[in-house]
């Protein structure tokens, strides 16, 4: 989409802003996986109200995250520019 909007200042700045964010998303994700894997295996000590709560904060964010890229983003954008970007 950077690509397609090139000329808007506005809108780079917030595709580099929601692309940090989504790199911290992916941080928060792998750390779940490990708390989830270790579950899976047999752990027995792992605090399953912490998990829960960092469950429901990643899926909220995510969720934001993908509410803001749907009315902000990809208002106007077609899907022949999508598939010409590789979206």
């Given amino acids: ?3 397609v909007f090139q000329s808007s200042p506005e809108f780079v700045a917030a595709v580099d802003r929601l692309t940090f964010e989504h790199l911290t998303d992916e941080c928060y994700a ?3 996986a490990e708390k989830l894997i270790y579950l899976g295996s ?3 000590d792992v605090n399953m109200e ?3 709560y960092m469950l429901r ?8 995250h993908i509410a803001f890229e ?3 983003l990809l208002q106007g954008v077609t899907a022949e520019e999508l598939l010409a970007v590789g979206g």
């Fill in 30 to 32: 792998e750390e779940i």
């Fill in 1 to 3: 989409l950077g690509q």
């Fill in 42 to 44: 047999g752990g027995r």
């Fill in 70 to 72: 749907r009315e902000h």
């Fill in 50 to 52: 912490a998990l829960g």
């Fill in 57 to 64: 904060g990643f899926f909220e964010g995510i969720r934001r």
